[in-house]
T-cell receptor
Framework: DQQVKQNSPSLSVQEGRISILNCDYTNSMFDYFLWYKKYPAEGPTFLISISSIKDKNEDGRFTVFLNKSAKHLSLHIVPSQPGDSAVYFCAASGNGQNFVFGPGTRLSVLP | DSGVTQTPKHLITATGQRVTLRCSPRSGDLSVYWYQQSLDQGLQFLIQYYNGEERAKGNILERFSAQQFPDLHSELNLSSLELGDSALYFC??????????????FGNGTRLTVT
């Protein structure tokens, strides 16, 4: 039973354009959501998070949007850069416990 | 650098053997989490410790066990190893505590190969 889903295994985007990565969750007890970036042979790196009391959080080129009614969140990267090419994981937790990760989306930013 | 240190980076061992993976959390973090990633799959939660006490258990096999020591470092013990245990094992830490919305910070993992 996948509580956190990332239905696109991969995504290709042209450099300079917007990358939109999507994530859906099923557990209504989740109240904290995060995005991580992972390069090969490294651990996941924290990118940005959002609490369920907000619907948007922005940090530089990265913006996370949360739609609680749809149980959906997305990560926007603008403008996309070749160095953004990595696997992106969506994660969710309830009450600061039990961080559940999605299967990941491989983003390729083409020069 | 996340501040989370995992040793060893690589481990090759035979079926039936036992290994210990070690993790030192970021300075000030009280919670340690262990995750398993097999063959480009997602991160599967194994177990969490907070300030020396087990806090949550995920899909951890009975052959696996963990502990967190008074200095807050943690060890994951894997015994009676099988070929299917070959994976990347990640440790992560956070400030921890109930209702504490702080992100996890990951180490670079230990790659275990069972032959």
């Amino acid at each position: 039973d996948q509580q956190v889903k990332q239905n696109s295994p991969s995504l290709s985007v042209q450099e300079g354009r917007i990358s939109i990565l999507n994530c859906d969750y099923t557990n209504s007890m989740f109240d904290y959501f995060l995005w991580y970036k992972k390069y090969p042979a490294e651990g996941p790196t924290f990118l940005i998070s959002i609490s369920s009391i907000k619907d948007k959080n922005e940090d530089g080129r990265f913006t996370v949007f949360l739609n609680k009614s749809a149980k959906h969140l997305s990560l926007h990267i603008v403008p996309s850069q070749p160095g953004d090419s990595a696997v992106y994981f969506c994660a969710a937790s309830g009450n600061g416990q039990n961080f559940v990760f999605g299967p990941g989306t491989r983003l390729s930013v083409l020069p | 650098d996340s501040g989370v240190t995992q040793t060893p980076k690589h481990l090759i061992t035979a079926t039936g053997q036992r290994v210990t993976l070690r993790c030192s959390p970021r300075s000030g973090d009280l919670s340690v989490y262990w995750y398993q990633q097999s063959l480009d799959q997602g991160l599967q939660f194994l177990i969490q410790y907070y300030n020396g006490e087990e806090r949550a258990k995920g899909n951890i096999l009975e052959r696996f066990s963990a502990q967190q020591f008074p200095d807050l470092h943690s060890e994951l013990n894997l015994s009676s190893l099988e070929l299917g245990d070959s994976a990347l094992y990640f440790c992560a830490s956070s400030q921890g505590g109930d209702a504490d919305n702080s992100p996890l910070h990951f180490g670079n993992g230990t790659r275990l190969t069972v032959t």
